[in-house]
């Protein structure tokens, strides 16, 4: 992925080129005409001059002639002969390419001519003038390769200002884009931007913490609609499963009416199991669990090990662990033990009959393995309501309950597939 100021100063290299490409024939055109021109002038100048001279002298016809012999043999690319007044000529210039007899080597030069009809002792004469051309054409070629010379300058100098732009002109671009990526939305804390010169840098600043302001105040209201909401469904939904208890209780039920409330209770106990969730995540959310001590983390793990034992013996489940003792960790008693007791549970709901379970707990990380088939998604496996397997009886919010703990405690939760095996493991930082 390439820089913007990169992209920009290829696009400005390629123009560059163009134009250079198009000024070459330009420059031949313009200077071409500019030369031909100066020609014309020069070679009307010389013809005039010739015409003056020779009818100033005033030389018979022999004297005439003798001088044309020698004007032909002395002045380069110049020629009068005489002609008849039938072929009287007008004036006319034109372009010819010959070779150039004062060379010692063979070339065909360009050269501009003039032909024009004089008057000499009441005779008409044709004298043509002729000069090169060929000086144009090696002006081209050094305005191209200054040209060209002034480019490479040109195309440094890009180099060099893109550098120092990238630094000085991005920089409160960077500053912005570097707060936004340290943004956490649950820190419930506004972004404050540094103030800059750029008329666009500071419109974005102040277009994100209008939107941050606002998506901190949704998720602030989101927070309490949900806490509030879990909070008083709890008394109605236990009141719900209290009568269902005695419903069940009853000795005239029918099989069948039985089985229908049986399986009403199971779906209350469920919503009443989610709800406690979301209550609990709502809590951890809005920092109720500030209070933090220092936890024999060994004997929590040993302890929450033997409140599951029933759990791990009705699946026939094998558990292999290794716990270091006296190891102690600061943190919420509370959450703790929840994190601890889902990662078992998990565990152990995921896990087949007769398969194993492993517990390692060290000074540096929690890990909890369970056998297993195929990989998880760990993209979304730790966000809300997202199901391991669709046989699964959780929630879908313990792993990210799990997660937020973690957050909460400055912890990491990672997941890894080896060797068959499904690998939680929990770094204490």
């Given at each position: 992925?390439?820089?913007?100021?990169?992209?920009?100063?290829?696009?400005?290299?390629?123009?560059?080129?163009?134009?250079?490409?198009?000024s070459?024939?330009?420059?031949?055109?313009?200077?071409?005409?500019?030369?031909?021109?100066?020609?014309?002038?020069?070679?009307?100048?010389?013809?005039?001059?010739?015409?003056?001279?020779?009818?100033?002298?005033?030389?018979?016809?022999?004297?005439?002639?003798?001088?044309?012999?020698?004007?032909?043999?002395?002045?380069?690319?110049?020629?009068?002969?005489?002609?008849?007044?039938?072929?009287?000529?007008?004036?006319?210039?034109?372009?010819?390419?010959?070779?150039?007899?004062?060379?010692?080597?063979?070339?065909?030069?360009?050269?501009?001519?003039?032909?024009?009809?004089?008057?000499?002792?009441?005779?008409?004469?044709?004298?043509?003038?002729?000069?090169?051309?060929?000086?144009?054409?090696?002006?081209?070629?050094a305005?191209?390769?200054?040209t060209?010379?002034f480019?490479?300058?040109?195309?440094?100098?890009?180099?060099?200002?893109?550098?120092?732009?990238?630094?000085?002109?991005?920089?409160?671009?960077?500053?912005?884009?570097?707060?936004?990526?340290?943004?956490?939305?649950?820190?419930?804390?506004?972004?404050?931007?540094?103030?800059t010169?750029?008329?666009?840098?500071?419109?974005?600043?102040?277009?994100?913490?209008?939107?941050?302001?606002q998506?901190?105040?949704?998720?602030?209201?989101?927070?309490?609609?949900?806490?509030?909401?879990?909070?008083?469904?709890?008394?109605?939904?236990?009141?719900?499963?209290?009568?269902?208890?005695?419903?069940?209780?009853?000795?005239?039920?029918?099989?069948?009416?039985?089985?229908?409330?049986?399986?009403?209770?199971?779906?209350?106990?469920?919503?009443?199991?989610?709800?406690?969730?979301?209550?609990l995540?709502?809590?951890?959310?809005?920092?109720?669990?500030?209070?933090?001590?220092?936890?024999?983390?060994?004997?929590?793990?040993?302890?929450s090990?033997?409140?599951?034992?029933?759990?791990?013996?009705?699946?026939?489940?094998?558990?292999?662990?290794?716990?270091?003792?006296?190891?102690?960790?600061?943190?919420?008693?509370?959450?703790?033990?929840?994190?601890?007791?889902?990662?078992?549970?998990?565990?152990?709901?995921?896990?087949?009959?007769?398969?194993?379970?492993s517990?390692?707990?060290?000074?540096?990380?929690?890990?909890i393995?369970?056998?297993?088939?195929?990989?998880?998604?760990?993209?979304?496996?730790?966000?809300?309501?997202?199901?391991?397997?669709?046989?699964?009886?959780?929630?879908?919010?313990?792993?990210?309950?799990i997660?937020?703990?973690?957050?909460?405690?400055?912890?990491?939760?990672?997941?890894?597939?080896?060797?068959?095996?499904?690998?939680?493991?929990?770094?204490?930082?």
């Open positions: 992925m390439k820089k913007l100021l990169n992209k920009t100063l290829l696009s400005f290299t390629i123009y560059s080129l163009v134009v250079l490409l198009a070459v024939p330009t420059y031949f055109y313009f200077i071409d005409a500019i030369w031909i021109s100066e020609l014309d002038e020069n070679n009307e100048l010389i013809a005039e001059k010739i015409e003056h001279e020779l009818q100033k002298l005033e030389f018979n016809q022999t004297e005439l002639n003798q001088s044309i012999i020698l004007l032909n043999k002395i002045q380069p690319n110049t020629n009068l002969e005489k002609t008849n007044s039938e072929n009287i000529i007008i004036d006319s210039n034109y372009t010819i390419f010959r070779k150039n007899p004062y060379l010692n080597y063979e070339d065909i030069n360009r050269f501009r001519g003039l032909s024009k009809t004089i008057k000499l002792n009441e005779k008409n004469y044709i004298l043509t003038v002729e000069s090169n051309l060929e000086e144009s054409s090696e002006t081209v070629v305005i191209a390769q200054i060209f010379v480019l490479i300058v040109l195309l440094v100098g890009f180099l060099v200002l893109n550098r120092v732009l990238s630094v000085r002109l991005w920089k409160p671009f960077r500053s912005t884009l570097s707060k936004l990526k340290t943004f956490n939305l649950t820190n419930n804390s506004e972004i404050e931007f540094k103030k010169t750029t008329f666009e840098f500071e419109e974005l600043n102040i277009a994100l913490s209008r939107l941050i302001k998506n901190i105040q949704v998720y602030q209201t989101q927070k309490e609609f949900t806490e509030n909401a879990s909070h008083e469904l709890q008394t109605p939904l236990a009141i719900l499963k209290g009568k269902l208890s005695l419903l069940l209780q009853e000795k005239e039920l029918t099989t069948n009416q039985y089985q229908i409330i049986e399986e009403m209770n199971t779906t209350l106990t469920r919503i009443s199991r989610i709800n406690k969730n979301l209550l995540l709502a809590k951890i959310e809005n920092n109720q669990f500030q209070e933090t001590t220092t936890i024999e983390i060994s004997k929590l793990m040993s302890y090990l033997e409140i599951l034992e029933e759990h791990f013996e009705h699946k026939n489940l094998t558990i292999q662990t290794h716990i270091e003792p006296n190891l102690s960790k600061d943190g919420n008693p509370t959450l703790v033990e929840i994190l601890i007791n889902n990662l078992l549970l998990n565990a152990i709901r995921h896990s087949n009959q007769h398969e194993k379970v517990v390692i707990l060290t000074k540096e990380k929690l890990k393995c369970n056998s297993g088939n195929a990989t998880l998604e760990e993209k979304d496996l730790f966000n809300r309501f997202v199901k391991v397997s669709n046989s699964s009886l959780g929630s879908g919010l313990g792993l990210n309950i997660k937020q703990i973690c957050n909460s405690h400055k912890w990491k939760v990672l997941y890894q597939f080896e060797n068959n095996f499904h690998v939680f493991v929990v770094e204490f930082s």
